[in-house]
T-cell receptor
Framework: KNEVEQSPQNLTAQEGEFITINCSYS?????LHWLQQHPGGGIVSLFM???GKKKHGRLIATINIQEKHSSLHITASHPRDSAVYIC???????????FGEGTQLTVNP | NAGVTQTPKFQVLKTGQSMTLQCAQD?????MYWYRQDPGMGLRLIYY???????DKGEVPNGYNVSRLNKREFSLRLESAAPSQTSVYFC??????????FGPGTRLTVL
Protein backbone atom coordinates (compact mmCIF):
# COMPACT_ATOMS: atom_id res chain seq x y z
CA LYS A 1 0.00 0.00 0.00
CA ASN A 2 1.33 3.45 -0.91
CA GLU A 3 2.16 5.77 1.96
CA VAL A 4 0.26 8.57 0.21
CA GLU A 5 -3.08 7.92 -1.45
CA GLN A 6 -5.06 10.44 -3.45
CA SER A 7 -8.67 10.36 -4.59
CA PRO A 8 -10.12 10.59 -7.06
CA GLN A 9 -7.54 9.68 -9.71
CA ASN A 10 -9.51 11.58 -12.35
CA LEU A 11 -12.07 14.32 -11.93
CA THR A 12 -14.12 16.16 -14.55
CA ALA A 13 -16.09 19.25 -13.57
CA GLN A 14 -18.08 22.03 -15.16
CA GLU A 15 -16.84 25.57 -14.91
CA GLY A 16 -17.99 27.16 -11.68
CA GLU A 17 -18.24 23.94 -9.67
CA PHE A 18 -16.69 23.48 -6.23
CA ILE A 19 -13.96 20.82 -6.37
CA THR A 20 -12.44 18.67 -3.65
CA ILE A 21 -9.38 16.46 -3.97
CA ASN A 22 -8.46 14.21 -1.07
CA CYS A 23 -5.15 12.93 0.25
CA SER A 24 -4.60 10.30 2.95
CA TYR A 25 -1.25 9.26 4.34
CA SER A 26 -0.03 6.56 6.68
CA UNK A 27 3.23 7.93 8.10
CA UNK A 28 4.26 10.57 10.59
CA UNK A 29 4.82 13.87 8.87
CA UNK A 30 6.24 17.30 9.57
CA UNK A 31 4.39 18.90 6.65
CA LEU A 32 2.11 18.15 3.72
CA HIS A 33 2.52 19.75 0.30
CA TRP A 34 0.08 20.33 -2.53
CA LEU A 35 1.60 20.76 -5.98
CA GLN A 36 0.14 21.56 -9.38
CA GLN A 37 1.48 20.15 -12.63
CA HIS A 38 0.39 21.99 -15.74
CA PRO A 39 -0.35 20.25 -19.05
CA GLY A 40 3.03 21.49 -20.27
CA GLY A 41 4.72 19.55 -17.49
CA GLY A 42 5.88 22.31 -15.12
CA ILE A 43 5.38 21.67 -11.39
CA VAL A 44 4.63 24.46 -8.92
CA SER A 45 4.15 24.33 -5.19
CA LEU A 46 0.69 25.51 -4.08
CA PHE A 47 0.72 24.96 -0.33
CA MET A 48 2.84 23.62 2.46
CA UNK A 49 0.94 23.05 5.68
CA UNK A 50 1.39 21.27 8.97
CA UNK A 51 -1.91 22.12 10.64
CA GLY A 52 -5.23 23.80 10.05
CA LYS A 53 -6.06 25.55 6.83
CA LYS A 54 -4.45 27.80 4.22
CA LYS A 55 -6.10 29.86 1.49
CA HIS A 56 -4.69 31.40 -1.67
CA GLY A 57 -7.18 32.97 -4.03
CA ARG A 58 -9.73 30.30 -4.96
CA LEU A 59 -7.65 27.48 -3.52
CA ILE A 60 -8.05 26.21 0.04
CA ALA A 61 -6.01 23.43 1.66
CA THR A 62 -6.90 21.78 4.94
CA ILE A 63 -5.21 19.14 7.01
CA ASN A 64 -6.36 16.93 9.90
CA ILE A 65 -3.27 15.54 11.57
CA GLN A 66 -5.17 13.12 13.81
CA GLU A 67 -6.99 11.57 10.86
CA LYS A 68 -3.92 11.76 8.57
CA HIS A 69 -5.98 13.43 5.87
CA SER A 70 -5.80 16.56 3.77
CA SER A 71 -8.12 18.14 1.22
CA LEU A 72 -7.55 20.62 -1.55
CA HIS A 73 -10.62 22.67 -2.51
CA ILE A 74 -11.06 24.84 -5.58
CA THR A 75 -13.95 27.29 -5.50
CA ALA A 76 -15.58 28.64 -8.69
CA SER A 77 -13.49 26.33 -10.87
CA HIS A 78 -12.26 27.53 -14.25
CA PRO A 79 -10.85 25.70 -17.29
CA ARG A 80 -7.40 27.12 -16.48
CA ASP A 81 -7.49 25.04 -13.28
CA SER A 82 -7.20 21.91 -15.44
CA ALA A 83 -3.99 20.23 -14.29
CA VAL A 84 -2.66 17.34 -12.24
CA TYR A 85 -2.76 18.04 -8.50
CA ILE A 86 -0.19 16.18 -6.45
CA CYS A 87 -0.13 15.59 -2.70
CA UNK A 88 3.24 14.97 -1.06
CA UNK A 89 4.25 14.43 2.55
CA UNK A 90 7.45 15.43 4.28
CA UNK A 91 8.23 12.79 6.85
CA UNK A 92 9.30 13.81 10.32
CA UNK A 93 12.81 12.47 9.68
CA UNK A 94 13.94 14.96 7.00
CA UNK A 95 13.25 17.09 3.96
CA UNK A 96 12.52 14.34 1.46
CA UNK A 97 9.02 14.18 0.00
CA UNK A 98 6.88 11.12 -0.69
CA PHE A 99 4.37 11.73 -3.45
CA GLY A 100 0.88 10.54 -4.26
CA GLU A 101 0.11 9.54 -7.83
CA GLY A 102 -1.78 12.73 -8.56
CA THR A 103 -5.33 13.69 -9.49
CA GLN A 104 -6.03 14.69 -13.08
CA LEU A 105 -8.57 17.53 -13.02
CA THR A 106 -10.38 18.66 -16.15
CA VAL A 107 -12.69 21.66 -15.96
CA ASN A 108 -14.94 22.07 -18.96
CA PRO A 109 -16.33 25.47 -20.03
CA ASN B 1 16.03 35.03 -10.71
CA ALA B 2 15.78 31.98 -12.94
CA GLY B 3 14.85 29.60 -10.10
CA VAL B 4 15.76 26.02 -11.06
CA THR B 5 17.07 25.41 -14.56
CA GLN B 6 17.64 22.07 -16.28
CA THR B 7 19.38 21.11 -19.48
CA PRO B 8 18.64 19.60 -21.88
CA LYS B 9 14.84 19.77 -22.24
CA PHE B 10 14.68 16.75 -24.54
CA GLN B 11 17.14 13.94 -25.27
CA VAL B 12 17.06 10.72 -27.24
CA LEU B 13 19.71 8.11 -26.49
CA LYS B 14 20.51 4.66 -27.75
CA THR B 15 20.84 1.81 -25.28
CA GLY B 16 24.30 1.87 -23.73
CA GLN B 17 25.02 5.55 -24.36
CA SER B 18 25.85 7.84 -21.47
CA MET B 19 24.73 11.35 -20.68
CA THR B 20 24.60 13.92 -17.92
CA LEU B 21 21.56 15.97 -16.97
CA GLN B 22 22.46 19.36 -15.59
CA CYS B 23 20.60 21.28 -12.89
CA ALA B 24 21.30 24.64 -11.32
CA GLN B 25 19.46 26.83 -8.81
CA ASP B 26 20.00 30.46 -7.89
CA UNK B 27 17.99 30.56 -4.64
CA UNK B 28 20.92 29.63 -2.38
CA UNK B 29 19.12 26.46 -1.29
CA UNK B 30 21.03 23.79 0.58
CA UNK B 31 18.96 20.79 -0.56
CA MET B 32 18.65 19.53 -4.12
CA TYR B 33 16.84 16.52 -5.57
CA TRP B 34 16.52 14.44 -8.72
CA TYR B 35 13.18 12.75 -9.47
CA ARG B 36 11.79 10.69 -12.27
CA GLN B 37 8.14 10.69 -13.31
CA ASP B 38 6.57 7.78 -15.13
CA PRO B 39 2.96 7.36 -16.33
CA GLY B 40 0.68 6.01 -13.61
CA MET B 41 3.27 6.55 -10.90
CA GLY B 42 4.04 9.42 -8.62
CA LEU B 43 7.31 11.27 -8.65
CA ARG B 44 10.07 9.03 -7.36
CA LEU B 45 13.28 10.23 -5.77
CA ILE B 46 16.47 9.07 -7.46
CA TYR B 47 19.12 10.90 -5.42
CA TYR B 48 19.23 13.93 -3.21
CA UNK B 49 21.80 16.21 -1.67
CA UNK B 50 21.07 17.74 1.70
CA UNK B 51 23.99 20.14 1.40
CA UNK B 52 27.06 20.86 -0.69
CA UNK B 53 29.41 17.89 -0.56
CA UNK B 54 26.80 15.28 0.44
CA UNK B 55 24.63 12.99 -1.64
CA ASP B 56 22.28 10.15 -0.69
CA LYS B 57 20.31 7.50 -2.52
CA GLY B 58 16.57 7.82 -2.90
CA GLU B 59 14.01 5.20 -3.85
CA VAL B 60 15.31 4.34 -7.34
CA PRO B 61 19.08 5.02 -7.55
CA ASN B 62 20.16 2.03 -9.64
CA GLY B 63 21.71 3.02 -12.97
CA TYR B 64 22.35 6.62 -11.90
CA ASN B 65 25.13 8.65 -10.33
CA VAL B 66 25.09 12.22 -9.10
CA SER B 67 27.52 15.03 -8.38
CA ARG B 68 26.89 18.05 -6.20
CA LEU B 69 29.43 20.23 -7.94
CA ASN B 70 28.86 23.24 -5.68
CA LYS B 71 25.92 24.77 -3.84
CA ARG B 72 24.25 25.80 -7.10
CA GLU B 73 24.67 22.71 -9.28
CA PHE B 74 23.55 19.10 -9.01
CA SER B 75 24.05 16.80 -11.99
CA LEU B 76 22.61 13.37 -12.76
CA ARG B 77 24.57 10.91 -14.88
CA LEU B 78 23.40 7.84 -16.74
CA GLU B 79 26.51 5.75 -17.43
CA SER B 80 24.87 3.16 -19.69
CA ALA B 81 21.32 4.10 -20.60
CA ALA B 82 18.59 1.46 -20.70
CA PRO B 83 15.05 1.65 -22.13
CA SER B 84 13.72 1.40 -18.54
CA GLN B 85 15.25 4.83 -17.94
CA THR B 86 12.90 6.44 -20.45
CA SER B 87 11.13 8.99 -18.28
CA VAL B 88 10.71 12.64 -17.45
CA TYR B 89 13.37 13.85 -15.03
CA PHE B 90 12.85 16.73 -12.64
CA CYS B 91 15.38 18.53 -10.53
CA UNK B 92 14.21 20.44 -7.45
CA UNK B 93 15.69 22.47 -4.63
CA UNK B 94 14.56 23.57 -1.19
CA UNK B 95 15.56 24.80 2.17
CA UNK B 96 15.44 22.04 4.79
CA UNK B 97 11.90 22.71 5.96
CA UNK B 98 10.56 24.66 3.01
CA UNK B 99 8.60 23.98 -0.14
CA UNK B 100 10.39 22.52 -3.12
CA UNK B 101 11.00 24.43 -6.32
CA PHE B 102 11.05 22.36 -9.49
CA GLY B 103 12.87 22.74 -12.76
CA PRO B 104 11.03 22.45 -16.09
CA GLY B 105 11.96 18.79 -16.60
CA THR B 106 13.96 16.77 -19.11
CA ARG B 107 12.12 14.31 -21.35
CA LEU B 108 14.49 11.39 -22.00
CA THR B 109 13.85 8.57 -24.43
CA VAL B 110 16.17 5.56 -24.56
CA LEU B 111 15.80 3.44 -27.69
Amino acid sequence: KNEVEQSPQNLTAQEGEFITINCSYSVGISALHWLQQHPGGGIVSLFMLSSGKKKHGRLIATINIQEKHSSLHITASHPRDSAVYICAVQKTSGSRLTFGEGTQLTVNP
Amino acid sequence: NAGVTQTPKFQVLKTGQSMTLQCAQDMNHNSMYWYRQDPGMGLRLIYYSASEGTTDKGEVPNGYNVSRLNKREFSLRLESAAPSQTSVYFCASSEAQGGQFFGPGTRLTVL
